[in-house]
């Protein structure tokens, strides 16, 4: 059965600290995974990985997938109070199977 | 910046009406999706839509769901007989190519409509 599992499940940090949120999956015929933030209602767009070893940026965040190890990363530097959310990371599967598949996220809090 | 519009943001209905939830997907695109969330747990794919026909569906899809494209804009999702444990947030959600693969874009969600079944 595939899975997506997103570790921790939440963390407290607080402004300036620079967070690392994980993400395992095991998918048939893995195709691409994505991040995405969610805070109040719908999930925002972040990233989508498809190749390993290569570090997809924006900002204060950046995303690197290593598919040998099967597993993604997601930083966050300088974290900021408006960055407290809940981190999704799905993954897409084969071109015959459309849907994504999502972790249960990480629920991360910036205190001031 | 285009956005995916659902309608209501919430809707309450009592256990065993019917009831439909609609989405206006981005105008040029081409796949449509369906997903739930239930409080406090993980985001789940519902649907996936393309041509008019439903491409993909999960074990959650059974028949008491249905989608419909009625016309060039609307995407809707209607649940026949509610049950208590259809209470959930909803999520539509839209993409340029089934395969995303080609662009880096992610699928676009719209805000969800809140589904609370007494």
């Known amino acids: 059965e595939d899975k997506v599992v997103q570790s921790p499940l939440s963390l407290v940090v607080h402004e300036g600290d620079t967070v690392t949120l994980n993400c395992s999956y095991e998918v048939t015929n893995f195709r691409s995974l994505l991040w995405y933030k969610q805070e109040k209602k719908a999930p925002t767009f972040l990233f989508m990985l498809t190749s390993s070893g290569i570090e997809k940026k924006s900002g204060r965040l950046s995303s690197i997938l290593d598919k040998k190890e099967l597993f993604s990363i997601l930083n966050i530097t300088a974290t900021q109070t408006g960055d407290s959310a809940v981190y999704l990371c799905a993954v897409e599967a084969s071109y015959n199977n459309n849907d994504m598949r999502f972790g249960a996220g990480t629920r991360l809090t910036v205190k001031p | 910046e285009p956005e995916v519009t659902q309608t209501p943001s919430h809707q309450v209905t009592q256990m065993g009406q019917e009831v439909i939830l609609r989405c206006v997907p981005i105008?040029?695109?081409?796949?449509f999706y369906w997903y739930r969330q239930i409080l406090g747990q993980k985001v789940e794919f519902l649907v996936s839509?393309?041509?008019?026909?439903?491409?993909?569906k999960s074990e959650i899809f059974d028949d008491q769901f249905s989608v419909e494209r009625p016309d060039g804009s609307n995407f809707t999702l209607k649940i026949r007989s509610t049950k208590l444990e259809d209470s959930a947030m909803y999520f539509c959600?839209?993409?340029?190519?089934?395969?995303?693969?080609?662009?880096?874009?992610?699928?676009?969600f719209g805000s969800g409509t809140r589904l609370t079944v007494v």
């Open positions: 959600a839209s993409s340029v190519t089934r395969g995303l693969w080609e662009t880096n874009y992610g699928y676009t």
């Open positions: 839509f393309y041509n008019n026909e439903i491409s993909e």
């Open positions: 105008s040029n695109h081409l796949y």
